[in-house]
C-alpha cells in the first residue's frame, strides 16, 4: 500500500494456517490461548493468613525460611500488613504488589550470606511473576510441573483465539 507501506509477501496457504509459523499467530504460536499465572490459584484459600501458608508456592513447610519467603515478608513489612491477617483482610495494593511486584519501587531485603545478614534494595518482582518465570525458563519438569500449578489458560490479547496473525 502506498500511503501506509504496509506489504505483504505473496500469500500461499500456508499464510491461513495457524499449524504453520508462516500463519501462526507469533504472541500464542496458534494456540489461541496464552498461560498466565492466576492469582486464585497462588492464594486459593484466601481466610488463610501469609504465616498460615495462604502464598502456595512459598507455603513453609522447612525450618528455615526460602528466599522467596523472606522477600515475601520485606514486601508485607514495607507494606505495613501483619502475616496473622487473613489474606482477604490485606489491601489490594499489598496483594498487587506481592502478585506482580513493585515495579520501580525497592523494597529492603535481608539475607543470611556466611553467617551475617546481607540487606538488598531492589524491586520485588512479584509471585506470578516468578511463577512464570520459572514455569517459561526452567529445564527441569519437576520444576515446569510444579509451577505449572498455579497456571491457567487465558484468550490470547494478540489474536482473540482466532490463533492467526494479526493481518491474515
Not at 522467596?68 to 498487587?96: I, R, W
Amino acid at each position: 500500500n502506498p500511503v501506509t507501506g504496509f506489504e505483504l509477501p505473496a500469500l500461499t496457504p500456508k499464510h491461513f494456517s495457524f499449524n504453520s509459523h508462516v500463519g501462526a499467530c507469533g504472541a500464542c504460536h496458534g494456540l489461541g490461548t496464552q498461560l498466565f499465572c492466576d492469582p486464585d490459584l497462588v492464594v486459593p484459600d484466601r481466610e488463610k493468613s501469609l504465616n498460615e501458608g495462604a502464598v502456595k508456592p512459598w507455603s513453609a513447610g522447612a525450618k528455615k525460611k526460602s528466599w522467596n519467603q523472606k522477600q515475601m515478608d520485606a514486601v508485607a513489612e514495607h507494606f505495613g500488613v501483619s502475616g496473622d491477617v487473613p489474606f482477604k483482610k490485606l489491601p489490594e495494593s499489598f496483594q498487587q504488589a506481592l502478585f506482580f511486584g513493585t515495579g520501580g519501587t525497592k523494597i529492603d531485603m535481608v539475607w543470611e550470606k556466611d553467617g551475617r545478614e546481607v540487606t538488598w534494595r531492589r524491586p520485588y518482582e512479584g509471585v506470578c511473576r516468578v511463577v512464570e518465570r520459572h514455569f517459561v525458563e526452567t529445564t527441569s519438569d519437576s520444576v515446569k510441573r510444579m509451577m505449572g500449578r498455579f497456571m491457567a489458560s487465558q484468550e490470547c490479547p494478540d489474536c482473540a483465539w482466532r490463533r492467526l496473525k494479526k493481518e491474515f
